[in-house]
């Protein structure tokens, strides 16, 4: 079992970069696919991006590819969201999730595939 504590959200202006930090308790981080996901307002939760346990491989949603990069240090328990050229189309609650695998380059996309979730974060993009 793993549990997830994010952190780095905040108020930023539209154009700006923000990075999002998922810490995991545990010693089995590395056997974990991670995510990242967000919801706005009166919105369903969307998935954002993936990133592998051994971190080589990465999936993106098309309305962050280009601008969000997902990377993780398994040594710190830690996977970041860094988020750049922001818009406030991007203002929501960001969540991590983790799920166990035993392939390293697996990626899961949706939110029935991860059973273990963090708080949220609250991201605001000003205009």
């Known amino acids: 079992q793993v549990q997830l504590v994010e952190s780095g959200g905040g108020l930023v202006p539209a154009g700006g970069s923000l990075r999002l930090s998922c810490a995991a308790s545990?010693?089995?981080?590395?056997?974990?696919?991670m995510g990242w996901f967000r919801q706005a307002p009166g919105k369903e939760r969307d998935f954002v991006g993936a990133i592998s346990s051994s971190g080589g491989s990465t999936y993106y949603s098309d309305s962050v590819k280009g601008r969000f990069t997902i990377s993780r240090d398994n040594a710190k328990n830690t996977m970041y969201l860094q988020m750049n050229s922001l818009k406030p189309d991007d203002t929501a609650v960001y969540y991590c999730?983790?799920?166990?695998?035993?392939?390293?380059?697996?990626?899961?996309?949706?939110?029935?595939?991860?059973?273990?979730w963090g708080q949220g974060t609250q991201v605001t993009v000003s205009s």
């Open positions: 545990g010693r089995t981080f590395n056997f974990y696919t």
């Open positions: 999730a983790a799920e166990w695998t035993a392939y390293s380059g697996s990626l899961y996309y949706t939110e029935r595939d991860y059973n273990y």
